[in-house]
């Protein structure tokens, strides 16, 4: 019984990371990259999309504890001549009214082939979003 009452106090105590927040990324050339996520969270599940000028792309697979969260996006990337599927994980914590991610693509694969394709220049991003109001 203690433990029922210990992880509904910890359920209440989540962040309520449910909304769109909006925030900007250096991209590349020191280019500024305009972000926006809507997110949707039951529980300890999270739902939703990033928003693009162009496109929209669902989180594949999310998951909140507390003020952390951690969700994966599966994207299409153009890298040359070809088209690769790009998975890419973000990782974060909600600190005040922001929430600060780290986003690091983790895997990259050719649509045509589904052969694996070399990530080049993979660096961690870390980035801040607001809440829309």
Do not use: C, H
Not at 55 to 72: N, P, Q, R
């Amino acid at each position: 019984m203690r433990w029922l009452s210990i992880l509904i106090a910890s359920a209440a105590m989540a962040a309520d990371f449910s909304g769109t927040w909006i925030g900007t990324l250096e991209g590349r050339n020191g280019n500024v990259e305009d972000l926006a996520f809507q997110f949707v969270q039951k529980g300890a599940e999270l739902t939703g999309k990033q928003y693009g000028d162009f496109e929209s792309t669902a989180i594949v697979k999310g998951t909140i504890s507390g003020d952390l969260v951690m969700f994966v996006l599966v994207r299409q990337e153009q890298a040359g001549n070809e088209i690769n599927q790009t998975k890419i994980r973000f990782m974060g914590r909600m600190m005040g009214s922001e929430i600060e991610l780290t986003r690091e693509r983790e895997s990259s694969t050719r649509s045509g082939s589904g052969a694996s394709a070399a990530l080049r220049n993979n660096p961690r991003q870390t980035f801040r979003l607001k809440r829309l109001t």
